[in-house]
């Protein structure tokens, strides 16, 4: 059984970087879709980028240009890495896995909530303007 583990959020300046890491366990990890959702204040959580077994990535507007998912295999992690970020970035951060093997770069696809059964527990991060 997969478990996720995020680690890396704090309290950043506007225009700043900051990398989080979502570590995995089980044998099914490398094969699964992750996706990356955030929750601001007062707002629904929302899927923002995603990365799939074969490297393909989904990126919102929002962050596209700004935010990256390398994944480390042989760590089984997926890393967010977050350049230039700006006041509206503040959320609490979740990563989670799909089981799903098929991915697809369109927003309809990666952000199915009810498809994602594992969740990593969430880390905050806090850009201050």
């Known amino acids: 059984q997969v478990q996720l583990v995020e680690s890396g959020g704090g309290l950043v300046q506007a225009g700043a970087s900051l990398r989080l890491s979502c570590a995995g366990s089980?044998?099914?990890?490398?094969?699964?879709?992750t996706g990356w959702f955030r929750q601001a204040p007062g707002k629904e959580r929302d899927l923002f980028a995603a990365?799939?077994?074969?490297?393909?990535?989904y990126y919102a507007d929002s962050v596209k240009g700004r935010f990256t998912v390398p994944r480390d295999n042989t760590k089984k992690t997926v890393s967010l890495q977050m350049n230039s970020l700006r006041s509206d970035d503040t959320a609490t951060f979740y990563c989670?896995?799909?089981?799903?093997?098929?991915?697809?770069?369109?927003?309809?696809?990666?952000?199915?909530?009810?498809?994602?059964?594992?969740w990593g527990q969430g880390t905050q991060v806090t850009v201050s303007s």
């Open positions: 989670a896995q799909s089981p799903r093997t098929a991915f697809f770069a369109s927003y309809a696809y990666v952000s199915a909530q009810n498809s994602y059964v594992t």
């Open positions: 089980g044998r099914t990890f490398n094969e699964a879709v």
């Open positions: 990365i799939g077994r074969s490297g393909a990535t």
